[in-house]
């Protein structure tokens, strides 16, 4: 589980196909302290740690991870968003991440709004009704808070600090960002779902 803010901008250092697809990400955090098996979320992918050395970490891509995400399309030096997974006491500083990404949104533009930027993206269709105006949504693993919709596209405003914390400070307009819809909206949807949700009590 994690946040959505971001304690690293990595980058990617190696990529080699051992079976599945294992990428090690160049990183300032104490690699000393990831256990084997540990999650990360890497651009917003929930990955497994499968090595450590000084100032790196490995991680395996499945080839499902690769046709579901943006990750396809990441090479030697790609910037990375990275988050260690919380831990209970933690403060929650964004929103519940489950770092499984629900698809690839399309940025249509960018703008800038004094120091900050207005940032529009298309949703897939599919994703568009669990977005909602003043709600949480999670791009390349950043949590962000959605100020407008209209079908599937939606405006999100990006701060200096997480222009400057964050990839999305070089994104631009055709960029593709991972996107996770926020784990309540989800839910509620089952919950109201026209002959799903009804609860007749419990012990």
């Given at each position: 589980?994690?946040?959505?803010?971001?304690?690293?901008?990595?980058?990617?250092?190696?990529?080699?196909?051992?079976?599945?697809?294992?990428?090690?990400?160049?990183?300032?955090?104490?690699?000393?302290?990831?256990?084997?098996?540990?999650?990360?979320?890497?651009?917003?992918?929930?990955?497994?740690?499968?090595?450590?050395?000084?100032?790196?970490?490995?991680?395996?891509?499945?080839?499902?991870?690769?046709?579901?995400?943006?990750?396809?399309?990441?090479?030697?030096?790609?910037?990375?968003?990275?988050?260690?997974?919380?831990?209970?006491?933690?403060?929650?500083?964004?929103?519940?991440?489950?770092?499984?990404?629900?698809?690839?949104?399309?940025?249509?533009?960018?703008?800038?709004?004094?120091?900050?930027?207005?940032?529009?993206?298309?949703?897939?269709g599919e994703l568009a009704r669990?977005?909602?105006?003043?709600?949480?949504?999670?791009?390349?693993?950043?949590?962000?808070?959605?100020?407008?919709?209209?079908?599937?596209?939606?405006?999100?405003?990006?701060?200096?600090?997480?222009?400057?914390?964050?990839?999305?400070?070089?994104?631009?307009?055709?960029?593709?960002?991972?996107?996770?819809?926020?784990?309540?909206?989800?839910?509620?949807?089952?919950?109201?779902?026209?002959?799903?949700?009804?609860?007749?009590?419990?012990?």
């Amino acid at each position: 589980m994690f946040t959505g803010i971001v304690t690293d901008v990595g980058h990617v250092e190696l990529m080699e196909r051992r079976g599945e697809l294992m990428v090690r990400l160049a990183t300032a955090h104490d690699t000393t302290a990831l256990a084997m098996g540990a999650s990360v979320s890497c651009s917003g992918a929930c990955l497994t740690v499968i090595g450590t050395g000084p100032g790196w970490f490995e991680v395996e891509v499945s080839d499902e991870t690769l046709a579901c995400t943006t990750l396809g399309s990441w090479s030697r030096g790609t910037p990375v968003n990275l988050e260690l997974s919380l831990r209970l006491g933690d403060e929650l500083g964004g929103h519940l991440v489950s770092g499984h990404v629900d698809g690839i949104a399309e940025v249509l533009s960018v703008t800038a709004r004094g120091d900050s930027r207005s940032l529009d993206v298309r949703v897939p269709g599919e994703l568009a009704r669990f977005v909602a105006p003043k709600g949480s949504v999670a791009l390349d693993g950043v949590s962000l808070t959605v100020n407008e919709v209209a079908g599937t596209d939606c405006s999100l405003n990006i701060i200096p600090h997480t222009l400057e914390a964050t990839t999305l400070g070089s994104i631009v307009a055709g960029g593709r960002l991972n996107v996770e819809i926020d784990m309540i909206a989800r839910y509620v949807a089952r919950l109201t779902q026209s002959g799903e949700g009804a609860w007749n009590g419990g012990t």
